[in-house]
């Protein structure tokens, strides 16, 4: 059933997304009086639709996404001497036209977060986000530099009192890259360095320090020791095993590093102080086979919530798209530079399960993940592949600059490789899925 659930609401995700990016071709096509001949809802055999003008409205058979047909897009075809054929327009006209699609996908995802905000708009409370570090993993980078639990990180790569966002968005991107640090401890202001490694199961650069913070369970996995112990979602943890917790990466450890031998932990149940001996079970439940008790563990955060006012609202949204926009060109500079790994891209399988987990979590997670993938979907476009609209728009430029078109021959041949660049793409988006869903 919730696979069902997953395909369903991914199929609205992308359907709307793919909607969105071509009817903004549409709009610019139409706009420099390019005859537009079909205008889809969807692919594959026409159901039924209506015409207007040049254009047939439609609705066909695969109700997922859509298209848009201009009258001589492609060279070769018969009409490309039509003066309002694609091809027939000046280069210019045909760069607006081919940039339009990723520009909709932009102008949705800044307007999806600014009418969000309006109606609710969560913030985390700055306290939570004071970089105050709650754990260091043994022979870690940041355990080498010599940090340790209690510091505050005070400057950042030359930002003064960053946030755990501020530090992330750099962390992350940064393996095998030196990264310059101030911490205070005791009053006192210590200049450090540490080089993020790359963590091979997350794929990202860590340097092996979390925040400090009240540590919470979430979900409780049925018939696992968690459960059968008494533990209950929401629950406080003050300590395991006698060991103050203020970190969700100091719990697990405490827990992995058990052998097999009984848990005590200590904790708050709406306010009351408890005591639960749990048996910790040897299982690949989370990942590669290790001593588990089946609980999400995470931190506890004080989230703010208002309403914004448009002026706002809008402030807001352009600039969590602009650091998303920057996370996505720092994930695939870091891709290039091998210092970032390609399994964090989300191929169909991927994006399904989040579309259904956003979905069950409610309106407003299900708006954060459109606008994020409207966004991802215009940057992905606007990449210099062919037959991605970076790519027509790369070849518009080099014959903007040489001032005359290149051969058909060499346009095919361009578009060939574009596609078999694509398919390799897509293979490999969906292996990478399947082998994140396999054991070990």
Do not use: C
Request: aromatic letters at 8%; a positive charge.
């Amino acid at each position: 059933m919730m696979v069902l659930q997953n395909i369903l609401w991914v199929l609205v995700l992308i359907g709307i997304m793919i909607l969105i990016h071509e009817l903004g071709h549409f709009v610019a096509a139409r706009f420099f009086k390019v005859k537009v001949e079909t205008f889809s809802f969807g692919f594959g055999p026409r159901l039924f639709g209506f015409r207007k003008g040049d254009t047939d409205y439609r609705f066909s058979l695969i109700l997922f996404g859509g298209y848009v047909k201009m009258a001589g897009e492609q060279p070769g075809e018969d009409n490309t001497d039509d003066p309002n054929s694609f091809l027939a327009k000046p280069r210019w006209q045909r760069l607006i036209i081919a940039a339009a699609g990723p520009l909709a996908n932009i102008i949705l995802a800044v307007g999806l977060l600014t009418g969000l905000y309006m109606f609710k708009y969560q913030r985390v409370s700055e306290a939570d986000m004071k970089p105050l570090i709650g754990h260091v993993t043994p022979d870690s980078p940041a355990a080498r530099a010599g940090v340790r639990e209690g510091d505050l990180i005070v400057n950042f790569e030359g930002k003064e009192n960053p946030n755990w966002q501020d530090i992330d968005l750099k962390e992350v991107s940064s393996a095998y890259r030196p990264l310059q640090f101030t911490i205070q401890r005791n009053g006192q202001r210590i200049e450090k360095t540490l080089t993020p490694i790359l963590d091979e199961r997350s794929g990202l650069g860590s340097a092996g320090w979390s925040s400090r913070g009240d540590v919470q369970l979430g979900a409780i996995n049925q018939d696992m020791p968690a459960e059968k112990a008494g533990l209950r979602k929401g629950d406080l943890i003050a300590t395991a095993n006698g060991q103050p917790i203020h970190s969700a990466v100091k719990f697990h450890e405490v827990i992995r590093s058990s052998g097999g031998k009984p848990v005590v932990i200590e904790l708050k149940r709406n306010g009351k102080p408890m005591t639960i001996t749990v048996q910790p079970v040897y299982s690949n439940l989370d990942g590669p086979e290790r001593w588990v008790i089946g609980a999400y563990v995470e931190q506890r955060f004080t989230v703010e919530v208002t309403q914004l006012s448009f002026p706002e609202a809008l402030r807001a949204s352009a600039r969590q798209n602009v650091k998303g926009a920057t996370l996505i060109f720092q994930f695939l500079s870091g891709i290039v530079e091998r210092r970032m790994s390609a399994k964090n891209l989300e191929g169909p399988i991927g994006i399904a399960r989040l579309s259904g987990e956003a979905a069950r979590e409610g309106p407003s997670a299900f708006i954060i993940l459109m606008s994020m993938v409207s966004l991802n979907l215009a940057i992905f476009n606007l990449l210099p592949i062919p037959i991605l609209d970076g790519g027509v728009i790369l070849l518009l430029l080099i014959e903007m600059v040489m001032r005359r078109d290149m051969s058909l021959q060499v346009k095919e041949t361009v578009f060939k490789l574009g596609f078999v660049v694509i398919m390799a793409l897509v293979a490999f988006v969906i292996y990478n899925d399947i082998s994140k869903m396999l054991p070990g």
